[in-house]
């Protein structure tokens, strides 16, 4: 609604600058940029220019306050999630809705909480339901301006001298939200109805307190209202102990440099990027493509005949450097989304490109919209990364936006390495699983639900010229932990038998991938309990880089009806990790019905009071041949178990035994002959590569691949004209050529 439609309505003064309605501001901020290529069309950066100490003093007032607000509020959460790992952060935002400002936590939302709040502008929520001081709005609709509805967001709109100077944001993620399957990242879900508890940006609060209704209905909207309500009062502390500061620097420093400071901080902000992209990457076109398996064939009779088919997700992600160092991301020829929870939302993406921008090109704490506006991201209409589909489900989007955005790392590490930028280079991030979770009666006698974070202490992917760190860091939380066992233990109804780094999981390079582990529980003080696996185990989502190889694909392994209790009974021993897949410790240690497969996504399976249940956590990627690894470094590994002893010469070529001591020592003639004849056998089944092209070609024409490789590539196809012309070009195809239906 325009300023003068809002005076002729009667309704109340426009909450925006200079008598201007939020939607004005939105729409001639947007205008600006557009037209002068510049924030708030600043053409000096007068405030730093003028008084730099100053300039700084602001920014670290706000960055500090708001750091400060995430710590404070983190204690309040009593979710593990929330308080031991770190899975929430706040940002400061203008009257339009771009970030001045970001807290540590979890980096994807920069820009999801952007999206909200410019949804809620250019909806004319100043008009109705009103936007007025005390006021708490919440969002966690992806369609909105989120990535799952598992992300929870309040919004505080910050006012002074009765106009609106900006918003304050916070996130966190949820144990549960009301879905069909308990836990906050169900799968098996078709359709949004099955998703559970979304609030599409809606106003909860007035004069800072809950309204009654709201607090009402999420006592029955989640399994457990009580974490849900106090990550609620989390996230509006925090946004309140923001709301302080900026008001206190205001009345410090005076409304009209406040006002300057944040349109100069994102244009500077925005510079900065750009200067970063010239300087640390070459201009050209980098491309990465990206698949995730999504098999409900396995389902079928669980699930609707049209869901009950396997398919493969298709992320072309093509990164193109301009020449002006505008950076251009590109999924064209993205597959189409599917009747699965694994679909994503443009918010969603945008969640994904600040994930790797934030560790990436954005090496200080400087982090806000500037950057975002040195970027354009294409996500097709209709694909997975942007469903024509207003029910698709997106309960699960990560599933497939960390595959996607592998190929950013890849990219710009093949960019950086270019530039000579060598301790930038990193082999991908690896595709963050086992995410274990569950729900049912808890062992406190009530329904509950629950997800393990563990899988924010991955292993991270090798570096040029360093090997990955063990179990460390996820993708989306590169501060990640995985939690005191206590703090796990005391949320869901499963007792830790062991918790292990895990051998192999890193991919082999010249540097390897760095470790992801593995945790043995068993269900406890519950007669029943519903179980998933949620992570990659037919194939390989993410590769690694320079020859290194990708990270070990996981598998599920429960044993039901064990016989545990008599071996507790009578303390007889009982397994404590896996070790090896080929030769596993807990079928030598426990009987039982054995469940062991590749199905890492499959529905809620039901597990009984000592059934055991294995999580693996994905280890990272390599970086190089694997005939260039330091053979002392292999002898190492065989020293700490993170290497299995077989592998050492069918992976890399060394022969090591071990002394009395138990140490590896390295033959270090034998392993150069060994070398030196797999560098032989290499080159003996090697082909010309117009002879492989050629031969693959062929098997291109004919289709001959399985159903699902056959139908992402229709649907690419059919929804990008690009794609196809330069799929039949690069493979000299006829101009009317399509797969197979």
């Not at 946004?239 to 206190?248: A, E, K, N, S, Y």
């Not at 992209?277 to 493509?289: A, C, D």
């Not at 390295?666 to 004849?677: N, S, Y």
């Amino acid at each position: 609604m325009t300023t003068a439609a809002l005076r002729d309505s009667g309704t109340r003064r426009p909450a925006g600058w200079d008598g201007k309605s939020l939607h004005e501001m939105l729409t001639d901020s947007e205008e600006v940029f557009a037209r002068t290529g510049r924030y708030g069309g600043v053409t000096r950066l007068t405030l730093k220019e003028e008084d730099p100490i100053r300039y700084e003093k602001i920014w670290s007032r706000l960055r500090g306050g708001i750091v400060g607000a995430r710590e404070t509020a983190l204690n309040i959460s009593a979710s593990p999630v929330v308080r031991e790992l770190g899975e929430l952060c706040f940002g400061l935002y203008t009257p339009e809705g771009d970030s001045i400002t970001l807290s540590t936590g979890i980096m994807a939302h920069v820009h999801t909480m952007s999206v909200a709040i410019k949804h809620m502008v250019r909806s004319d929520y100043e008009e109705n339901p009103g936007i007025a001081d005390g006021d708490i709005f919440v969002n966690n609709d992806p369609f909105t301006g989120n990535v799952h509805n598992a992300d929870v967001q309040s919004f505080v709109p910050l006012f002074y001298g009765g106009e609106l100077v900006g918003w304050a944001g916070g996130v966190t993620h949820e144990l549960d939200v009301g879905a069909r399957q308990p836990t906050g990242m169900p799968i098996g879900h078709v359709s949004r109805f099955e998703d559970g508890y979304i609030l599409p940006c809606m106003k909860v609060g007035t004069n800072d307190r809950l309204h009654r209704d709201y607090l009402a209905r999420s006592q029955t909207a989640v399994r457990m209202p009580f974490y849900w309500m106090l990550d609620e009062k989390c996230r509006i502390s925090g946004d309140h102990i923001i709301r302080q500061t900026v008001l206190q620097l205001i009345a410090d420093e005076g409304i009209e440099t406040y006002k300057r400071f944040i349109r100069e901080v994102i244009e500077d902000t925005r510079r900065g990027f750009v200067e970063h992209v010239r300087t640390m990457l070459v201009p050209g076109v980098y491309r990465s493509p990206a698949f995730a398996d999504v098999p409900q064939e396995v389902d079928k009779g669980k699930l609707p005949d049209f869901a009950a088919r396997d398919s493969l997700m298709h992320s072309p992600m093509k990164i193109t450097i301009h020449a002006d160092s505008l950076l251009e991301l590109d999924l064209d020829g993205a597959s189409k989304w599917g009747y699965h929870c694994f679909n994503c939302t443009p918010a969603a993406l945008q969640g994904g490109l600040w994930v790797g921008l934030t560790q990436t090109l954005i090496p200080n704490d400087k982090v806000n919209d500037g950057a975002y506006l040195g970027t354009r991201l294409h996500t097709p209409r209709g694909t997975w990364a942007d469903p024509d589909y207003p029910l698709a489900s997106t309960t699960l989007s990560w599933c497939f936006l960390v595959p996607a955005f592998t190929a950013l790392f890849r990219g710009l590490s093949m960019g950086f390495m270019a530039r000579g930028f060598l301790e930038e280079v990193l082999a991908g991030y690896p595709v963050t699983g086992n995410i274990a979770q569950g729900g049912g009666m808890n062992q406190y006698g009530e329904d509950g639900a629950w997800t393990n974070f563990e899988m924010s202490a991955s292993g991270m992917s090798a570096r040029y010229g360093l090997d990955g760190e063990n179990s460390c860091a996820a993708i989306w939380n590169p501060e990640g932990d995985m939690g005191d066992v206590e703090s796990w233990e005391q949320l869901a109804p499963m007792l830790f038998l062991g918790r292990n780094i895990r051998p192999n999981s890193g991919g082999p390079g010249k540097f390897r991938g760095g470790l992801g582990h593995e945790s043995l529980m068993m269900v406890y003080r519950t007669p029943s309990q519903l179980l998933f696996h949620v992570g990659n185990g037919h194939m390989f989502p993410s590769g690694g880089l320079f020859g290194g190889y990708p990270n070990a694909t996981l598998y599920r392994h429960s044993v039901k009806h064990t016989d545990l209790p008599d071996r507790i009974a009578r303390r007889l021993p009982y397994p404590v990790r896996d070790v090896d897949a080929e030769n596993s410790q807990i079928a030598a240690a426990t009987k039982g019905e054995v469940l062991r497969d590749r199905n890492m996504l499959h529905l809620a399976d039901e597990h009984s009071e000592h059934d055991i249940y294995l999580s693996l956590i994905a280890g990272g990627n390599g970086l190089g041949d694997v005939l260039e690894r330091d053979p002392q470094k292999v002898a190492d590994d065989l020293d700490q178990l993170y290497l299995l002893p077989r592998c050492a010469q069918s992976i890399y070529g060394v022969v090591a035994q071990p002394g009395e001591d138990g140490r590896w020592s390295v033959d270090a003639e034998a392993t150069t002959d060994l070398r030196r004849r797999m560098r032989c056998e290499r080159l003996e089944r090697s082909v010309p590569a117009e002879e492989w092209l050629r031969g693959e070609r062929e098997r291109v024409a004919a289709m001959d691949v399985i159903y699902p490789v056959k139908d992402m590539y229709r649907q690419s196809m059919q929804l990008s004209t690009n794609f196809a012309d330069a799929f039949r070009a690069f493979w000299n195809l006829p101009s009317d050529w399509m797969p197979p239906a």
